[in-house]
């Protein structure tokens, strides 16, 4: 499935096909009152977690056998100026695999949608369903 990464980002740069699935969103956005320029921010910050992920998914799938990720590797001293990170090293690997695509990108749009109506009518509202 490796040639999905490689689809997605051709579609995202070239021809009209790669603009439905973006109309459907910024349009989605706008209904639930973004400016445009919220809308189409929003497509992109969303997309680029999307793309992203895909990515990364990608690179572990094509990674050496015995390659171990940054976590098992890092030397423990070398976190001394980032204390919230080495507190959480030993549960990186727990974290990382609970990482969800959907719901982030879920608090994500609804973060968005809340600050649009507090910029337009100065009170948040609940998210929608973008």
Same mark, same amino acid.
């Given at each position: 499935?490796?040639?999905?990464?490689?689809? +997605?980002?051709? =579609? @995202?740069?070239?021809?009209?096909?790669? +603009?439905? +699935?973006?109309?459907?969103?910024?349009?989605?956005?706008?209904?639930? =009152?973004?400016?445009?320029?919220?809308?189409?921010? @929003?497509?992109?910050?969303?997309? /680029?977690?999307?793309?992203?992920?895909?990515?990364?998914?990608?690179?572990?799938?094509?990674?050496?056998?015995?390659?171990?990720?940054? /976590?098992?590797?890092?030397?423990?001293?070398? +976190?001394?100026?980032?204390?919230?990170?080495?507190?959480?090293?030993?549960?990186?690997?727990?974290?990382?695999?609970?990482?969800?695509?959907?719901?982030?990108?879920?608090?994500?749009?609804?973060?968005?949608?809340?600050?649009?109506?507090?910029? @337009?009518?100065?009170?948040?509202?609940?998210?929608? @369903?973008?």
């Amino acid at each position: 499935m490796d040639w999905v990464v490689d689809i +997605l980002r051709a =579609g @995202t740069h070239i021809g009209l096909p790669a +603009l439905v +699935l973006a109309d459907r969103f910024i349009a989605a956005a706008l209904e639930a =009152g973004a400016s445009p320029q919220q809308a189409l921010d @929003t497509w992109r910050s969303c997309w /680029y977690l999307v793309a992203s992920e895909l990515q990364w998914q990608r690179r572990l799938a094509l990674r050496a056998a015995d390659e171990v990720s940054w /976590y098992a590797r890092i030397d423990q001293g070398a +976190l001394e100026h980032v204390p919230t990170v080495a507190g959480l090293i030993d549960d990186w690997p727990s974290l990382s695999a609970g990482f969800d695509l959907h719901a982030a990108v879920a608090a994500q749009v609804d973060g968005a949608i809340k600050s649009w109506n507090v910029s @337009t009518n100065g009170t948040a509202n609940s998210a929608s @369903t973008l």
